[in-house]
Every structure is written in structure tokens, then in C-alpha cells.
């Protein structure tokens, strides 16, 4: 029921949809999406890969620039 009169409104403005909270829920659970953490476990993978033991002096700066630049190469 709440569907039909959903479609049958003519905003265009998410706002309608707290009139509807059937639809609400519905369009919460497909627009959202879930959290990953595989491209921040990817970063932390180069950054090791970059600040080995002969490296341990590197400045925060550094080490931020050469993860940017080995992370884009791949």
C-alpha cells in the first residue's frame, strides 16, 4: 500500500519518503552500502613494504609520499 502511494507521489525530494517509512526502510537498505577495510589493510601492506629496517629514520612525510606513490603503481 505504502509503495503504490510512493510511486503515485510526485516529489522528486528524498524528504518523501518519511511519509512512507516502509519505502524508507527499503531504500535505506539497498542505497546503503556495507564499510570494507581491504583497501586500508592494502595501505598498511605497502607501508610496510616501504619502512623496512634500513629505512627507519624516514620522516612521516616521507614515508606518506612513498606509500602514495607505491600504492598508485600498483
Known sequence: MQISGYLACKSDSVSSLLAYPTVKEAFRKSNS????SSAVERLFSVASQVLSAR???MSDETLDKLVFLQSRMK
Do not use: A, I, Q, V
Open 33 to 36: 552500502t556495507l564499510p570494507s
Open 55 to 57: 629505512r627507519c629514520r
